[in-house]
């Protein structure tokens, strides 16, 4: 079945950098666009970015342009995010996505709290 393990999280201080990862299992990886959503508590889980299936392409939402890049090794099996210049409004817990046959599949998320 599909798996998503998501690792990387912890604190990190105003400003500073933080790369997060996660490890699929379960499906053809290489095959399947990836995504990455984070939930910051009382707010809507929401799209961060997102990789093609052979990492051509990435797109980002506005809350990570200039500062978080994705990025998959298919090789490995894993998609990562390279998050810099963290604001405290960045602290959430942050998800792994794959969508297949009509359905999303998530990991259990990693938290990441931003402060000084």
């Known amino acids: 079945q599909v798996q998503l393990v998501e690792s990387g999280g912890g604190l990190v201080q105003p400003g500073g950098s933080l790369r997060l990862s996660c490890a699929a299992s379960?499906?053809?990886?290489?095959?399947?666009?990836m995504s990455w959503y984070r939930q910051a508590p009382g707010k809507e889980r929401e799209l961060v970015a997102s990789i093609s299936s052979f990492g051509i392409s990435t797109d980002y939402k506005d809350s990570g342009k200039g500062r978080f890049t994705i990025s998959r090794d298919n090789a490995r099996n894993t998609v990562s995010l390279q998050m810099n210049s963290r604001k405290p409004e960045d602290a959430a817990v942050y998800y792994c996505?794959?969508?297949?046959?009509?359905?999303?599949?998530w990991g259990k998320g990693t938290l990441v709290t931003v402060s000084s």
């Open positions: 379960g499906f053809t990886f290489r095959l399947n666009a």
């Open positions: 996505c794959v969508n297949r046959g009509g359905k999303s599949y």
